[in-house]
């Protein structure tokens, strides 16, 4: 008796990271890192961080040379395909996902 194996679609997700930030004492850098893997997978340009005594104290999210730099992170991600899926909640101002290939759609959420 011969029998058949049904198909099984299997619903792999494709590959996400997220951006996170490295700071030392005087620079500071974006990078995106695989989210399964934990790699490194791209690095924004450096930008200062430490400032003179008497410079004033800007926040990241207001410093125009780290908003640059997170665009030009986010930009290399998009021309390697990379869709931004936005935040997970309470996340850092700058900790965006991304995912390889298409945006999600409501059929991969309910599968």
Do not use: H
């Not at 030009?72 to 997970?88: P, T, Y």
Request: glycine share 4%.
């Amino acid at each position: 008796m011969r029998t058949t194996t049904p198909w099984v679609l299997s619903a792999t997700t494709p590959p996400q990271c997220s951006i996170a930030l490295w700071r030392g004492y005087v620079t500071a850098q974006f990078y995106a890192w695989d989210l399964n893997s934990g790699d490194v997978l791209l690095l924004s340009p450096t930008f200062p961080t430490w400032r003179l005594s008497w410079e004033p104290s800007v926040s990241l999210r207001e410093d125009p040379k780290a908003v640059a730099a997170l665009e030009k992170l986010e930009a290399e991600l998009v021309s390697r395909d990379w869709v931004r899926i936005g935040r997970e909640p309470g996340s850092e101002w700058y900790e965006y996902r991304f995912q390889l290939g298409r945006r999600p759609s409501s059929r991969d959420v309910a599968a």
